[in-house]
Protein backbone atom coordinates (compact mmCIF):
# COMPACT_ATOMS: atom_id res chain seq x y z
CA UNK A 1 0.00 0.00 0.00
CA UNK A 2 1.05 3.42 -0.23
CA UNK A 3 0.52 6.72 2.32
CA UNK A 4 -2.02 7.98 2.13
CA UNK A 5 -3.51 11.16 1.11
CA UNK A 6 -6.68 14.02 1.57
CA UNK A 7 -8.75 13.59 -0.99
CA UNK A 8 -10.06 16.38 -3.32
CA UNK A 9 -14.44 16.25 -2.81
CA UNK A 10 -16.19 17.97 -5.59
CA UNK A 11 -19.59 19.18 -3.76
CA UNK A 12 -23.08 20.35 -5.76
CA UNK A 13 -25.46 22.45 -4.04
CA UNK A 14 -28.50 21.30 -4.90
CA UNK A 15 -31.65 22.82 -4.77
CA UNK A 16 -30.65 26.45 -3.71
CA UNK A 17 -34.45 26.72 -1.93
CA UNK A 18 -33.67 23.62 0.00
CA UNK A 19 -31.62 22.72 2.50
CA UNK A 20 -28.58 21.50 0.38
CA UNK A 21 -26.02 24.22 1.08
CA UNK A 22 -27.20 24.51 4.64
CA UNK A 23 -26.15 20.90 5.39
CA UNK A 24 -22.74 20.75 3.46
CA UNK A 25 -21.58 24.56 5.72
CA UNK A 26 -22.76 21.81 8.58
CA UNK A 27 -20.85 19.26 7.55
CA UNK A 28 -18.14 21.29 6.45
CA UNK A 29 -17.37 22.69 10.03
CA UNK A 30 -16.80 19.52 11.35
CA UNK A 31 -13.21 18.99 12.16
CA UNK A 32 -13.32 15.61 11.65
CA UNK A 33 -14.83 16.15 8.13
CA UNK A 34 -11.41 18.34 7.02
CA UNK A 35 -9.38 15.94 8.33
CA UNK A 36 -10.35 13.94 5.58
CA UNK A 37 -11.19 15.75 3.07
CA UNK A 38 -10.50 19.12 0.71
CA UNK A 39 -13.63 20.29 -0.28
CA UNK A 40 -15.02 22.30 -3.80
CA UNK A 41 -18.53 23.44 -3.27
CA UNK A 42 -19.49 24.37 -7.05
CA UNK A 43 -21.72 27.39 -6.91
CA UNK A 44 -21.91 30.95 -6.02
CA UNK A 45 -19.56 32.37 -3.33
CA UNK A 46 -22.19 35.36 -2.79
CA UNK A 47 -25.32 32.72 -2.74
CA UNK A 48 -23.63 30.39 -0.15
CA UNK A 49 -21.91 32.98 1.79
CA UNK A 50 -25.66 35.01 2.34
CA UNK A 51 -27.31 31.68 3.22
CA UNK A 52 -25.14 31.05 5.59
CA UNK A 53 -25.29 34.47 7.12
CA UNK A 54 -28.96 33.86 7.21
CA UNK A 55 -28.53 30.61 8.80
CA UNK A 56 -26.42 32.16 11.35
CA UNK A 57 -23.49 30.03 10.12
CA UNK A 58 -19.85 30.90 10.59
CA UNK A 59 -18.34 32.57 7.48
CA UNK A 60 -14.29 32.85 8.16
CA UNK A 61 -13.77 29.50 6.29
CA UNK A 62 -15.40 30.36 3.26
CA UNK A 63 -12.76 30.50 0.08
CA UNK A 64 -13.66 32.47 -3.05
CA UNK A 65 -11.29 30.54 -5.75
CA UNK A 66 -11.07 30.97 -9.27
CA UNK A 67 -9.52 27.87 -10.71
CA UNK A 68 -9.00 24.38 -8.60
CA UNK A 69 -5.45 24.93 -8.46
CA UNK A 70 -6.57 27.67 -5.71
CA UNK A 71 -7.66 25.31 -3.10
CA UNK A 72 -6.69 26.14 0.43
CA UNK A 73 -6.58 23.08 2.91
CA UNK A 74 -9.35 23.59 6.36
CA UNK A 75 -11.31 25.90 3.82
CA UNK A 76 -14.63 25.52 2.05
CA UNK A 77 -13.10 26.06 -1.28
CA UNK A 78 -16.04 27.86 -3.39
CA UNK A 79 -15.87 27.87 -7.23
CA UNK A 80 -18.70 29.93 -8.59
CA UNK A 81 -20.05 28.21 -11.79
CA UNK A 82 -22.98 30.76 -12.32
CA UNK A 83 -23.78 34.15 -10.53
CA UNK A 84 -26.71 34.80 -9.58
CA UNK A 85 -27.73 34.29 -6.03
CA UNK A 86 -31.33 35.22 -5.26
CA UNK A 87 -33.46 32.62 -3.05
CA UNK A 88 -36.23 32.05 -1.22
CA UNK A 89 -36.35 28.90 1.30
CA UNK A 90 -38.91 26.06 0.73
CA UNK A 91 -40.42 27.47 -2.75
CA UNK A 92 -40.13 25.46 -5.80
CA UNK A 93 -39.03 27.49 -8.80
CA UNK A 94 -37.53 26.30 -11.55
CA UNK A 95 -35.44 28.76 -12.44
CA UNK A 96 -33.56 28.68 -8.67
CA UNK A 97 -33.71 24.93 -8.92
CA UNK A 98 -31.62 25.42 -12.69
CA UNK A 99 -28.95 26.42 -10.90
CA UNK A 100 -28.31 23.10 -8.75
CA UNK A 101 -28.21 21.48 -11.79
CA UNK A 102 -25.37 23.73 -13.44
CA UNK A 103 -23.79 22.90 -9.87
CA UNK A 104 -23.85 19.27 -10.61
CA UNK A 105 -23.15 19.18 -14.33
CA UNK A 106 -19.43 21.03 -13.11
CA UNK A 107 -19.16 18.59 -10.22
CA UNK A 108 -19.30 15.61 -12.51
CA UNK A 109 -16.96 17.59 -15.61
CA UNK A 110 -14.40 17.88 -12.52
CA UNK A 111 -14.02 14.66 -11.54
CA UNK A 112 -14.61 13.04 -14.68
CA UNK A 113 -11.22 16.05 -15.60
CA UNK A 114 -9.90 13.92 -12.49
CA UNK A 115 -9.83 17.62 -10.94
CA UNK A 116 -11.53 16.02 -7.97
CA UNK A 117 -11.62 12.41 -6.46
CA UNK A 118 -14.86 12.34 -5.66
CA UNK A 119 -18.51 13.45 -6.07
CA UNK A 120 -21.06 13.94 -3.36
CA UNK A 121 -24.48 15.89 -4.66
CA UNK A 122 -26.73 18.12 -2.28
CA UNK A 123 -30.54 16.63 -2.80
CA UNK A 124 -32.73 18.25 -5.70
CA UNK A 125 -36.10 18.22 -5.91
CA UNK A 126 -36.84 16.50 -9.33
CA UNK A 127 -40.11 18.16 -10.13
CA UNK A 128 -38.64 21.57 -10.19
CA UNK A 129 -35.11 20.35 -11.98
CA UNK A 130 -36.72 18.62 -14.90
CA UNK A 131 -36.70 20.78 -17.88
CA UNK A 132 -35.90 20.69 -21.68
CA UNK A 133 -32.30 20.81 -20.50
CA UNK A 134 -32.69 17.89 -17.51
CA UNK A 135 -34.64 15.71 -18.67
CA UNK A 136 -33.91 12.86 -15.87
CA UNK A 137 -35.97 11.23 -12.88
CA UNK A 138 -33.03 12.10 -10.78
CA UNK A 139 -29.09 12.94 -10.55
CA UNK A 140 -28.70 8.84 -10.95
CA UNK A 141 -30.32 8.63 -13.85
CA UNK A 142 -28.54 11.60 -15.53
CA UNK A 143 -25.13 9.95 -14.14
CA UNK A 144 -26.26 6.50 -15.73
CA UNK A 145 -26.83 8.30 -19.30
CA UNK A 146 -23.89 10.54 -18.67
CA UNK A 147 -21.19 7.80 -18.99
CA UNK A 148 -23.19 5.70 -20.72
CA UNK A 149 -23.36 2.93 -17.58
CA UNK A 150 -25.86 1.33 -15.55
CA UNK A 151 -25.89 2.47 -12.10
CA UNK A 152 -27.00 0.70 -9.43
CA UNK A 153 -28.86 2.32 -6.47
CA UNK A 154 -27.15 1.04 -3.51
CA UNK A 155 -28.27 2.83 -0.25
CA UNK A 156 -25.85 2.22 2.51
CA UNK A 157 -25.99 2.62 6.00
CA UNK A 158 -23.91 0.90 8.86
CA UNK A 159 -26.05 -2.38 9.62
CA UNK A 160 -27.57 -2.26 6.01
CA UNK A 161 -26.78 -2.21 2.25
CA UNK A 162 -29.98 -1.85 0.18
CA UNK A 163 -29.94 -2.25 -3.66
CA UNK A 164 -32.41 -1.72 -5.75
CA UNK A 165 -33.51 -3.97 -9.15
CA UNK A 166 -35.57 -1.08 -10.84
CA UNK A 167 -35.68 2.71 -9.11
CA UNK A 168 -37.35 5.80 -10.36
CA UNK A 169 -40.22 3.94 -12.21
CA UNK A 170 -43.96 4.21 -11.64
CA UNK A 171 -45.14 0.45 -10.01
CA UNK A 172 -47.03 -0.07 -13.24
CA UNK A 173 -44.27 -0.77 -15.29
CA UNK A 174 -42.02 -2.52 -12.48
CA UNK A 175 -43.51 -6.38 -13.86
CA UNK A 176 -42.90 -5.57 -16.83
CA UNK A 177 -39.45 -4.14 -16.52
CA UNK A 178 -38.06 -7.62 -14.40
CA UNK A 179 -36.56 -10.13 -15.99
CA UNK A 180 -33.98 -12.76 -15.55
CA UNK A 181 -31.31 -10.49 -17.54
CA UNK A 182 -31.76 -7.07 -15.75
CA UNK A 183 -31.69 -8.98 -12.21
CA UNK A 184 -28.68 -11.12 -13.21
CA UNK A 185 -26.74 -7.71 -14.05
CA UNK A 186 -27.99 -5.84 -10.93
CA UNK A 187 -26.90 -8.97 -9.13
CA UNK A 188 -23.71 -8.47 -10.87
CA UNK A 189 -22.88 -5.43 -10.12
CA UNK A 190 -23.67 -5.55 -6.42
CA UNK A 191 -21.37 -8.18 -6.02
CA UNK A 192 -19.04 -6.26 -7.71
CA UNK A 193 -19.49 -3.78 -5.57
CA UNK A 194 -19.22 -5.18 -2.41
CA UNK A 195 -16.00 -6.64 -3.05
CA UNK A 196 -13.72 -4.10 -4.66
CA UNK A 197 -16.06 -0.94 -2.94
CA UNK A 198 -16.69 -2.51 0.35
CA UNK A 199 -14.11 -4.50 0.33
CA UNK A 200 -15.80 -8.06 1.01
CA UNK A 201 -14.23 -11.09 -0.57
CA UNK A 202 -17.54 -13.32 -0.69
CA UNK A 203 -20.83 -11.38 -0.05
CA UNK A 204 -23.89 -12.76 1.60
CA UNK A 205 -26.55 -11.26 -0.67
CA UNK A 206 -30.49 -11.70 0.21
CA UNK A 207 -32.91 -10.99 -2.46
CA UNK A 208 -36.80 -9.79 -2.00
CA UNK A 209 -39.75 -11.69 -3.64
CA UNK A 210 -41.25 -9.81 -6.13
CA UNK A 211 -44.61 -11.03 -4.77
CA UNK A 212 -46.45 -11.18 -1.97
CA UNK A 213 -45.23 -14.29 0.21
CA UNK A 214 -43.07 -15.16 -2.55
CA UNK A 215 -45.69 -16.15 -4.70
CA UNK A 216 -46.90 -18.89 -2.71
CA UNK A 217 -46.13 -21.67 -4.99
CA UNK A 218 -47.24 -19.66 -7.74
CA UNK A 219 -51.05 -19.25 -5.95
CA UNK A 220 -49.83 -15.11 -5.99
CA UNK A 221 -47.66 -15.17 -9.06
CA UNK A 222 -44.94 -17.28 -10.47
CA UNK A 223 -42.25 -14.38 -11.28
CA UNK A 224 -40.16 -15.80 -8.41
CA UNK A 225 -40.52 -19.28 -9.46
CA UNK A 226 -39.77 -18.54 -12.56
CA UNK A 227 -37.34 -15.81 -13.11
CA UNK A 228 -35.93 -15.00 -9.78
CA UNK A 229 -34.85 -18.47 -8.25
CA UNK A 230 -33.58 -19.36 -11.93
CA UNK A 231 -31.39 -16.74 -11.64
CA UNK A 232 -30.30 -16.95 -8.37
CA UNK A 233 -29.19 -20.78 -9.04
CA UNK A 234 -27.43 -19.92 -11.99
CA UNK A 235 -24.94 -17.24 -10.00
CA UNK A 236 -24.82 -19.46 -6.91
CA UNK A 237 -23.02 -21.94 -9.55
CA UNK A 238 -20.87 -19.00 -10.09
CA UNK A 239 -19.70 -19.09 -6.80
CA UNK A 240 -21.86 -16.34 -6.00
CA UNK A 241 -23.44 -16.62 -2.21
CA UNK A 242 -27.45 -15.69 -2.79
CA UNK A 243 -30.45 -16.74 -1.08
CA UNK A 244 -33.75 -15.87 -1.39
CA UNK A 245 -36.29 -14.66 -2.95
CA UNK A 246 -37.66 -14.07 0.95
CA UNK A 247 -41.41 -12.36 1.50
CA UNK A 248 -40.34 -8.87 2.04
CA UNK A 249 -43.36 -8.26 4.87
CA UNK A 250 -41.26 -10.43 7.22
CA UNK A 251 -37.30 -10.21 6.21
CA UNK A 252 -36.82 -7.11 8.39
CA UNK A 253 -39.16 -8.09 11.19
CA UNK A 254 -35.93 -8.67 13.34
CA UNK A 255 -32.38 -8.72 13.19
CA UNK A 256 -32.14 -11.33 10.36
CA UNK A 257 -31.40 -8.81 7.56
CA UNK A 258 -27.84 -8.47 9.51
CA UNK A 259 -26.42 -11.54 8.42
CA UNK A 260 -26.08 -10.51 5.15
CA UNK A 261 -24.17 -8.11 3.58
CA UNK A 262 -26.69 -6.51 1.26
CA UNK A 263 -30.26 -6.83 0.31
CA UNK A 264 -31.62 -6.63 -3.30
CA UNK A 265 -35.03 -5.12 -3.52
CA UNK A 266 -37.23 -5.29 -6.64
CA UNK A 267 -38.60 -2.11 -6.48
CA UNK A 268 -37.88 1.42 -5.40
CA UNK A 269 -40.77 1.34 -2.12
CA UNK A 270 -39.62 -2.20 -1.25
CA UNK A 271 -36.03 -1.15 -0.43
CA UNK A 272 -36.58 2.31 0.40
CA UNK A 273 -39.48 1.97 3.22
CA UNK A 274 -37.69 -0.71 5.41
CA UNK A 275 -34.06 1.02 4.70
CA UNK A 276 -35.33 4.53 6.08
CA UNK A 277 -36.98 3.48 8.12
CA UNK A 278 -34.80 1.89 10.16
CA UNK A 279 -31.47 4.34 9.11
CA UNK A 280 -33.54 7.44 8.33
CA UNK A 281 -31.07 10.97 8.40
CA UNK A 282 -28.08 8.69 8.95
CA UNK A 283 -27.94 6.69 5.56
CA UNK A 284 -26.13 7.13 1.77
CA UNK A 285 -26.87 7.00 -1.73
CA UNK A 286 -24.11 5.42 -3.36
CA UNK A 287 -24.13 5.07 -6.94
CA UNK A 288 -22.76 1.87 -7.88
CA UNK A 289 -21.17 0.71 -11.26
CA UNK A 290 -20.28 4.01 -12.14
CA UNK A 291 -16.52 4.96 -13.32
CA UNK A 292 -16.69 7.66 -10.52
CA UNK A 293 -17.19 7.67 -6.95
CA UNK A 294 -20.37 9.26 -6.41
CA UNK A 295 -22.28 9.70 -2.54
CA UNK A 296 -25.16 11.90 -1.91
CA UNK A 297 -27.48 12.11 1.53
CA UNK A 298 -30.36 9.65 2.24
CA UNK A 299 -33.10 12.74 2.54
CA UNK A 300 -34.68 15.19 0.03
CA UNK A 301 -34.51 19.08 -0.50
CA UNK A 302 -36.56 19.36 2.59
CA UNK A 303 -38.60 22.87 1.49
CA UNK A 304 -40.78 22.41 4.44
CA UNK A 305 -37.76 23.10 7.12
CA UNK A 306 -35.37 25.02 4.64
CA UNK A 307 -34.29 28.53 5.79
CA UNK A 308 -35.09 27.36 9.67
CA UNK A 309 -31.39 26.06 10.66
CA UNK A 310 -32.95 22.52 11.76
CA UNK A 311 -31.98 20.43 9.26
CA UNK A 312 -29.27 17.30 10.17
CA UNK A 313 -26.50 17.17 8.22
CA UNK A 314 -25.55 13.46 9.50
CA UNK A 315 -26.22 12.02 6.35
CA UNK A 316 -24.00 14.61 4.21
CA UNK A 317 -21.12 13.78 6.72
CA UNK A 318 -21.79 9.91 6.10
CA UNK A 319 -22.20 10.18 2.19
CA UNK A 320 -18.66 12.69 2.31
CA UNK A 321 -17.22 9.52 5.03
CA UNK A 322 -18.26 6.71 2.82
CA UNK A 323 -17.31 8.44 -0.78
CA UNK A 324 -13.50 8.25 1.27
CA UNK A 325 -13.41 5.16 2.49
CA UNK A 326 -14.39 3.66 -1.53
CA UNK A 327 -11.98 5.95 -2.77
CA UNK A 328 -9.13 4.45 -0.76
CA UNK A 329 -10.32 0.86 -1.24
CA UNK A 330 -10.56 1.47 -5.18
CA UNK A 331 -7.20 3.09 -5.07
CA UNK A 332 -5.44 0.61 -2.88
CA UNK A 333 -4.93 4.18 0.08
CA UNK A 334 -4.75 3.44 3.92
CA UNK A 335 -7.71 5.38 5.28
CA UNK A 336 -7.20 8.44 6.86
Excluded: W
Excluded at 116 to 145: C, R
Excluded at 157 to 172: C, F, G, V, Y
Excluded at 217 to 240: A, F, Q, R, S, W
Amino acid sequence: MVNSKKIRAAISIGDPNGVGIEIILKALSKEEVLAKIIPIVFGSYDLIKAQAIDLGQETTRLNPISTINDLEDQKINILDVFRNCEYKFGVLDKSVSERGIISFEAAIDAVKNQLADVLITAPINKNAAYSSKFKFAGQTDYLSSFFNVEALMLMVSEDLRMALTTDHIPLKEVHSVLNKDLIKRKLGLLNKTLQEDFEIPNPRIAVLAINPHAGDNGVIGDEDNNVTVPVIKELNGKNYYIEGPFPSDTFFSNDGYKQYDAVLAAYHDQGLIPFKTINFGKGVNFSAGLPIIRTSPDHGTAFDIAGKNIADPTSFINAIVIASNIYFSRNNLISK
